[in-house]
T-cell receptor, first 115, second 114 residues
């Protein structure tokens, strides 16, 4: 079974500062993928970044980077230079190996960027 | 390239009724997954369709059923609606066989059961 844990229900960050959103995971699959999604109040899930379990380097996408520590089973999202438009719910998610692509989500972190 | 679309946007039903939600996949995608997101929670996997067959299911009762059509669009049907079925229903499409099967989500259908 897969499990994603996000321990920060809410976070505040000053505009232009960096922020780290925590995510830990548990799985018995040797191969898996980790995702971060952003969900604004409109409801649509927006893909931010992906990390494969065998990727040697941490993933980066623009202002987003994923701090992947496999031994600690953590996949924290770092947002640099926060913007007001970054205010949203952020979900960490995992897809395991197997014949179908079930994605398990965490409970999310609500990020609020303060001017 | 068109994105994932869902209809309707909002829906209000009463307990015991049946509902059908629709999803059009992103162009070129052959796999559709459905998720239920209750207020304040993360999405929960309902099931997935690939080549018109259900090939994975989460912990949802049989009154949640689905279809996938030859053009890869999909329907989610829920029978005998219960109050706890009130949620945002998200559809996600992906391409099985791609490098990491990124899922693209639609805007969701918000279902309210009274």
């Amino acid at each position: 079974a897969q499990k994603i844990t996000q321990t920060q229900p809410g976070m505040f960050v000053q505009e232009k500062e960096a922020v780290t959103l925590d995510c830990t995971y548990d799985t018995s699959d040797p191969s898996y993928g980790l995702f971060w999604y952003k969900q604004p109040s409109s409801g649509e899930m927006i893909f931010l970044i992906y990390q494969g379990s065998y990727d040697q380097q941490n993933a980066t996408e623009g202002r987003y980077s994923l701090n992947f520590q496999k031994a600690r089973k953590s996949a924290n999202l770092v947002i640099s230079a926060s913007q007001l438009g970054d205010s949203a719910m952020y979900f960490c998610a995992m897809r395991g190996a197997g014949g179908y692509q079930k994605v398990t989500f965490g409970t999310g972190t609500k990020l609020q960027v303060i001017p | 390239e068109t994105g994932v679309t869902q209809s309707p946007t909002h829906l209000i039903k009463t307990r015991g009724q049946q509902v059908t939600l629709r999803c059009s996949s992103q162009s070129g995608h052959n796999t559709v997954s459905w998720y239920q997101q209750a207020l304040g929670q993360g999405p929960q996997f309902i099931f997935q369709y690939y080549r018109e067959e259900e090939n994975g299911r989460g912990n949802f009762p049989p009154r949640f059923s689905g279809l996938q059509f030859p053009n890869y669009s999909s329907e989610l049907n829920v029978n005998a609606l219960e109050l706890d079925d009130s949620a945002l229903y998200l559809c996600a499409s992906s391409l099985t066989g791609a490098s990491y099967n990124e899922q693209f989500f639609g805007p969701g259908t918000r279902l309210t059961v009274l």
